[in-house]
Every structure is written in C-alpha cells, then in structure tokens.
T-cell receptor, first 113, second 114 residues
Framework: QQQVKQSPQSLIVQKGGISIINCAYE??????FPWYQQFPGKGPALLIA?????SEKKEGRFTISFNKSAKQFSLHIMDSQPGDSATYFC????????????FGTGTLLAVQP | EAQVTQNPRYLITVTGKKLTVTCSQN?????MSWYRQDPGLGLRQIYY???????DKGDVPEGYKVSRKEKRNFPLILESPSPNQTSLYFC?????????????FGSGTRLTVV
C-alpha cells in the first residue's frame, strides 16, 4: 500500500515531442504528489507538485494530470527539449508526523535533437 | 544560497571500516532525512529526523545510524560497512509541512564498499 509504481523505466523522445511518464498508487491517504527531476551528478530537485483536489496543474511546459478515482497521476512534458534529458521521479506523501516521501523507481528520459 | 551540503561526494572504503557522511542545511528546516538511490529501486528512506534529538527509522535502516544534535546537521554513520551498502546516498531537508514545500536534496555521496 505504500508503493508508488512508475512507468516507463526509460523513454526516448524526439525534440519537440511530448514526454509522458505515469505513476500509480494504492494508499488513498496520500495528499501530495510531487515530481522530481534529477540531472547526472546532482540531487533530485522539485519540479512540480499537485494535490488530489485538482485534476491538472501546469507550469510552463510541464503538466501533471491527476485521476483520483483511478489512483493515477502523470507528468507531461510538452515541446520536449534536449535539456529536459534527466531522470524523473514521481512521489507521494500523506505528510503527517513522518514527512515521508515515497518515491517511484524513476524514468530516464532522453530527448534526441 | 539555500542548500543542503553533503560530504564527501565520493568515497571508496573497505568492508568493516567505520565511516561518516556529513550533511548540513542552512535553511533552518525541522525535518531531515537520508535516502539511498539504487538502479531500479528509486529512492528509499534510511532514517529521518523531525527535530533535534528526534530520529526514527525509515524503510531500510539496517546497518546505519544517525544523530541530530544540532538542527542544521544530520550525519549518517556506517559502523561496519558491507558491499551491499554500495549506493548513492542523498540527504534532504524540508520545513515542517512538506506538503507545501517538498524536500531540498543535497548533491549526493557515491559510496563504494569493497
């Protein structure tokens, strides 16, 4: 119940295309769903996050779509650029006393020029 | 600059030789946590701390120790490292309500135990 399942494991997209990464969860107590972006040699950095009371959140070329009934959420990267090439992690938490983030297994995105 | 600083960035050690990875944050965050990152497994929490002198186990605490004597520092201690602790380690911190801010991660420590 604590897992967050992420797919695909790797993704190759042409420049200008749309990158889509999917995540699914079981624990309905989760109330915060962030996405982290990690470049080689760096720590993960918060990219965008959503709460379950909204179905979509957009920040620039990055959009989270959230389906509460299906317990799924996804990251869409529009007009993908080579600079977007990184590992992306979805995560979930219910906050509480532990402040614990539960991460997906990561998606390695390569955007080809 | 607001940041989480880990040292060292790279470390090669031998089985059984005690080591400490340091972590310091300058954002006055209450929460700090250690994660390890392994291929295909994502990031898994080792230990976390809600405040000074308050620590608790995460999902994979075996073989690790932590302490939180000061708010800014949260060192990770491997008393007797073994090869299965070869991994990429991240320290992270957050304000009291992670739901609003998320974690800030350090740049990582790549540990190899031979």
């Amino acid at each position: 119940q604590q897992q967050v399942k992420q797919s695909p494991q790797s993704l190759i997209v042409q420049k200008g295309g749309i990158s889509i990464i999917n995540c699914a969860y079981e624990n309905t107590a989760f109330d915060y769903f962030p996405w982290y972006q990690q470049f080689p040699g760096k720590g993960p950095a918060l990219l965008i996050a959503i709460r379950p009371d909204v179905s979509e959140k957009k920040e620039g070329r990055f959009t989270i779509s959230f389906n509460k009934s299906a317990k799924q959420f996804s990251l869409h990267i529009m007009d993908s650029q080579p600079g977007d090439s990184a590992t992306y992690f979805c995560a979930a938490t219910y906050g509480g006393a532990t402040n614990k983030l539960i991460f997906g297994t990561g998606t390695l995105l390569a955007v080809q020029p | 600059e607001a940041q989480v600083t880990q040292n060292p960035r790279y470390l090669i050690t031998v089985t059984g030789k005690k080591l400490t990875v340091t972590c310091s944050q300058n954002m006055n965050h209450e929460y700090m946590s250690w994660y390890r990152q392994d291929p295909g497994l994502g990031l898994r929490q080792i230990y976390y701390s809600m405040n000074v002198e308050v620590t608790d186990k995460g999902d994979v605490p075996e073989g690790y120790k932590v302490s939180r004597k000061e708010k800014r520092n949260f060192p990770l201690i491997l008393e007797s490292p073994s090869p299965n602790q070869t991994s990429l380690y991240f320290c992270a911190s957050s304000p009291y309500r992670i739901n609003n801010y998320g974690y800030t991660f350090g740049s990582g420590t790549r540990l190899t135990v031979v």
